[in-house]
T-cell receptor
C-alpha cells in the first residue's frame, strides 16, 4: 500500500534561510507526487507536482522539489524563506490509475519563519 | 476561471442530526473528491465522483454519503452526526480524477458537532 512520511512536524527557519521539507513515499507503482500548502482557515493550494520526465520540478513561489527514486524521496526546497511562506505543507502521492480521485497525504509539516 | 467553491463555510450541528455540504468544481472539471481533515487523523479520502457515479471510496462508515449532479456539482451528507465528525471537509476537483491530473481544493467547510 502506498504511504507518505513527512519527517518533522515542525520546521523553523530564519527569514532568508534555506527551506527544506522532507517527504518519503512508498509506492508499488510509479508514483505521481504532489506538494500542497495550506494557510490558516484555507484549503490546499498546489505548489508543484511530479508525474514523469524531469526529476527536478519547479513550482510556484520559488519552491522546487527533486524526485529521487533510489531514495524514495520528494523533498521540497526553497533557497530563501520569506515570512509569507509560514504555513502547513503537505506531501501527497496518487496511488495509481485504478484508484481514481484519491490522494494519500503525509501528516504535514508546519513551517515557521522567524524574522 | 473561478476556483472550487464550498458552502457553507462554517456549520454547527448537534449530535444525531444530519448535514449536507455542497461543492462546485472548477468549470470543465468532471471529478470531485472529498476529504476529511482532523488534527488527529490528518487528511483522509472520503470518496470520488465522476459523471454522477461514485468511482472510489475511502474507509468511512456508511453514514457518509455523497452524490454528483449532471453539472458536476457535488454534495456530501453525513447522517447521525457524532462528536468525532467535527472536522474540516474539503472538496477537490480535477479534470478527470486520474493519477496524473492535479486536484484543486476548495476552502473547506468547518463542521462542529456539539
Amino acid at each position: 500500500a502506498q504511504s507518505v512520511t513527512q519527517l518533522g512536524s515542525h520546521v523553523s527557519v530564519s527569514e532568508g534561510a534555506l527551506v527544506l521539507l522532507r517527504c518519503n513515499y512508498s509506492s508499488s507503482v510509479p508514483p505521481y507526487l504532489f506538494w500542497y500548502v495550506q494557510y490558516p482557515n484555507q484549503g490546499l493550494q498546489l505548489l508543484l507536482k511530479y508525474t514523469t520526465g524531469a526529476t527536478l520540478v519547479k513550482g510556484i513561489n520559488g519552491f522546487e522539489a527533486e524526485f529521487k527514486k533510489s531514495e524514495t524521496s520528494f523533498h521540497l526546497t526553497k533557497p530563501s524563506a520569506h515570512m509569507s511562506d509560514a504555513a502547513e505543507y503537505f506531501c501527497a502521492v496518487s496511488p495509481g490509475s485504478s484508484n481514481t480521485g484519491k490522494l494519500i497525504f503525509g501528516q504535514g509539516t508546519t513551517l515557521q519563519v522567524k524574522p | 476561471k473561478a476556483g472550487v467553491t464550498q458552502t457553507p463555510r462554517y456549520l454547527i450541528k448537534t449530535r444525531g442530526q444530519q448535514v449536507t455540504l455542497s461543492c462546485s468544481p472548477i468549470s470543465g472539471h468532471r471529478s470531485v473528491s472529498w476529504y476529511q481533515q482532523t488534527p488527529g487523523q490528518g487528511l483522509q479520502f472520503l470518496f470520488e465522483y465522476f459523471s454522477e457515479t461514485q468511482r472510489n471510496k475511502g474507509n468511512f462508515p456508511g453514514r457518509f454519503s455523497g452524490r454528483q449532479f449532471s453539472n458536476s456539482r457535488s454534495e456530501m451528507n453525513v447522517s447521525t452526526l457524532e462528536l468525532g465528525d467535527s472536522a474540516l471537509y474539503l472538496c477537490a476537483s480535477s479534470f478527470t480524477g486520474t493519477s496524473s491530473y492535479e486536484q484543486y481544493f476548495g476552502p473547506g467547510t468547518r463542521l462542529t458537532v456539539t
